[in-house]
């Protein structure tokens, strides 16, 4: 079985402040993808980014950054200096490698932006 | 490329009846995947189709059902509604490739009463 953890359920920040969106997951496959997803109240997901297992080098593109720990099975992601516009529920999502389409979801963290 | 696209967006029906909820994914996608969103249980993963296909399925009962068409449309069909069956319904669409990410659509807000 997968699971994902969300360990946060709502975070509060100013506007340019820093801020980090924890994520753990358990999985029995050996090559598995990971994803962030962001939800605004217009309830679309939208794709952030993502990381297959094998490939551990963690990245930043533009205002965004992960931090995937294989050994800690953690897939973190930080927004840097926050806007009012990253006001959103945050998704972190796994699929397995032989699960097809099907992604297993945490429970999702409130981020709250305020000016 | 237009996005994936879901009709209706809004739906209210009453308990006992069936629904058919509608699904286009991007163009060229061949993967479509059914996913529920309610506050209690969060995202649940539905079912998959691809090339018309049912490639893997969620732990949902029976009166859940898809389909796919040859091309690529999926519609999802709920009989028999229950309250519980009030949720938000997201339809995601991937290009085939195991590593691909998902493209969800704006939803359909299905309310039964």
């Known amino acids: 079985a997968q699971k994902v953890t969300q360990a946060q359920t709502e975070i509060s920040v100013v506007e340019k402040e820093d801020v980090t969106l924890d994520c753990v997951y358990e999985?029995?496959?050996?090559?598995?993808?990971l994803f962030w997803y962001k939800q605004p109240p217009s309830g679309e997901l939208v794709f952030l980014i993502r990381?297959?297992?094998?490939?551990?080098q963690n990245e930043i593109s533009g205002r965004y950054s992960w931090n995937f720990q294989k050994s800690t099975s953690s897939f973190n992601f930080t927004i840097t200096a926050s806007q009012v516009v990253d006001s959103a529920v945050y998704f972190c999502?796994?699929?397995?490698?032989?699960?097809?389409?099907?992604?297993?979801f945490g429970q999702g963290t409130i981020l709250t932006v305020h000016p | 490329k237009a996005g994936v696209t879901q009709t209706p967006r809004y739906l209210i029906k009453t308990r006992g009846q069936q629904v058919t909820l509608s699904c286009s994914p991007i163009?060229?996608?061949?993967?479509v995947s059914w996913y529920q969103q309610t506050p209690g249980q969060g995202l649940q993963f539905l079912f998959e189709?691809?090339?018309?296909?049912?490639?893997n399925k969620g732990n949902f009962p029976g009166r859940f059902s898809g389909r796919q068409f040859s091309n690529s449309r999926s519609e999802m069909n709920v009989s028999t509604l229950e309250l519980g069956d009030s949720a938000l319904y997201l339809c995601?669409?991937?290009?085939?490739?195991?590593?691909?990410?998902?493209?969800f659509g704006p939803g359909t807000r299905l309310t039964v009463t």
């Open positions: 995601a669409s991937r290009e085939p490739g195991s590593s691909y990410e998902q493209y």
């Open positions: 999985t029995r496959d050996t090559t598995y993808y």
């Open positions: 990381r297959n297992s094998f490939d551990e």
């Open positions: 999502a796994l699929r397995g490698g032989t699960s097809y389409g099907k992604l297993t």
């Open positions: 163009s060229g996608h061949r993967s």
């Open positions: 189709y691809f090339s018309e296909t049912q490639r």
